[in-house]
């Protein structure tokens, strides 16, 4: 499952790309399945509440597990049976709520078959911004790839401008390409 973080500045959704995820996967086993791996109704009224889909019945009662432990536990169990690729981007735009979960699923669901790739605009994340945290404890954790994706140089540029479509832009466009793209792969797709 794919899902983005979009910026709504300090007083985010909750759990905004996490919920996306949710009702993904839910589509992806099924509604039964996805109640069945929750582990008990206590912990399915929780993700109810994210994932409405999955409410057999209308229950007054509030939640009584914290949404991050019920999150755990469904992709603890789903993924003893299936590897889960969960793709969140530009979590630099993260909520505190998914910030501070998937730092927890970072520490807690080792050794599962569940592959997590984040992505995050470094430049926009300074000593102060509330990711750095988070990204020093996924530096340090052994079990967890970092890589980073440097900027394009000009003949990279070239040559994705050149794969996109089709020819080989003009030097007028590729030094146009070069200065408003700052060799950002994403911004050079969208101005071609």
């Known amino acids: 499952t794919v899902t983005h973080c979009v910026d709504q500045g300090e007083i985010g959704d909750p759990f905004g790309p996490i919920r996306r995820t949710l009702r993904d996967i839910c589509g992806a086993v099924g509604t039964e399945r996805f109640r069945a791996s929750a582990g008990g109704p206590v912990v399915c009224r929780t993700l109810a509440a994210l994932v409405p889909d999955i409410a057999d019945t209308v229950d007054d009662e509030p939640p009584t597990v914290p949404a991050a432990e019920a999150i755990e536990r469904l992709l603890e169990t789903l993924s003893t049976r299936h590897h889960l690729v969960i793709v969140i981007e530009d979590i630099h735009w993260a909520d505190a709520a998914t910030r501070t979960l998937l730092r927890s699923l970072a520490q807690s669901l080792r050794g599962q078959h569940l592959t997590i790739v984040m992505t995050v605009r470094t430049d926009d994340v300074d000593r102060t ?53 700052e060799g950002v792969p994403c911004f050079v797709e969208e101005l071609l």
């Open 129 to 181: 911004h509330p990711l750095k945290d988070v990204l020093l404890t996924f530096e340090r954790n052994r079990g967890i790839t970092v890589l980073d994706v440097p900027r394009l140089r000009r003949d990279d540029v070239d040559e994705l401008a050149t794969q996109l479509t089709g020819r080989r832009p003009s030097q007028t466009t590729l030094d146009a390409l070069m200065r408003r793209s």
